[in-house]
C-alpha cells in the first residue's frame, strides 16, 4: 500500500500503521449520504444506523427521491425519532441539492475545498460533516478533520499537544497534518482506530 509507505515517515504515526491497511471506498447517492450524516449527528453509530434504517423504510428500503423527501409529512419524519430540527435540516439537504443539481457526477468533478464551500451553505450542514462526506462516501484519500474531537484527542496524546488551548492546538494538529498529505485521510482513519482499541 503506498499511502504506508508515506505516512511512515511520521515516527509518531509508524506504531500506529502496524494495524494493517485501511481501505477507502465510494458510496453512491451523496445527497442522501448527506441526510444519514445529519441523522447520525450527536447520537452512537448503533442509534444513528436504527434511525438512517426506519428512514430508508419510509420508501420501501430503499435511497428516496430528493422530491419524495420534500413531500414527506414532518410528523412522519419525527416519528422515526429526527428531532424537529433534523426534520428541517434534512429538508434543506433535499431543497438545495435539488435546486442547485448536486450529484455524485457533479460533485465527483470537484476539489475537496470547493465542495466544503457550496455544502456548507446548508443550514445544518458544517464543515466536518461535509469532511466525512469527502471521506467515507466519495473516497477522497486527502482530507484531514481538525475539528473532529477522536482526531484531536488521539493526536493531543500521540504527539504530546495541549489540549487547553484549542487555537494552538489546531494549527499544531494542521502543520502535522500537512507532511501526511496527499493521504491525510488514511492518517485520520488509524488515529480513529488507535483510538477506538
Known amino acids: 500500500m503506498e ?116 455544502l456548507v451553505q446548508i443550514k445544518g450542514v458544517g464543515r466536518w460533516t461535509v469532511e466525512m462526506l469527502l471521506m467515507f462516501t466519495l473516497g477522497r484519500e486527502d482530507v484531514f478533520a481538525v475539528d473532529d474531537l477522536g482526531i484531536q484527542q488521539a493526536m493531543c496524546n500521540i504527539y504530546q499537544i495541549d489540549p487547553a488551548d484549542k487555537k494552538t492546538m489546531k494549527t499544531t494538529m494542521k502543520n502535522i497534518s500537512e507532511k501526511w498529505a496527499p493521504y491525510q485521510t488514511y492518517a485520520c482513519m488509524h488515529l480513529w482506530r488507535w483510538k477506538d482499541s
Do not use: W
Not at 445527497?31 to 420508501?59: C, E, G, H, N, W
Open 3 to 118: 499511502y504506508l509507505k508515506h505516512l511512515q515517515k511520521d515516527k509518531k504515526l509508524k506504531p500506529l500503521l502496524q494495524s494493517g491497511p485501511l481501505k477507502i471506498s465510494k458510496r453512491k447517492n451523496v445527497p442522501v449520504r448527506l441526510m444519514a450524516s445529519i441523522m447520525s449527528q450527536q447520537l452512537s453509530t448503533k442509534v444513528a444506523a436504527v434511525i438512517y434504517q426506519r428512514f430508508l423504510d419510509l420508501y420501501n428500503g430503499t435511497d428516496p427521491e430528493l422530491s419524495k423527501v420534500l413531500k414527506t409529512p414532518d410528523e412522519k419524519l419525527r416519528a422515526i425519532g429526527l428531532s424537529n430540527a433534523k426534520v428541517s435540516y434534512v429538508k434543506n439537504v433535499a431543497a438545495f441539492c435539488l435546486e442547485h443539481g448536486i450529484t455524485d457526477k457533479t460533485l465527483a468533478k470537484m476539489e475537496n475545498e470547493a465542495i466544503i464551500d457550496l
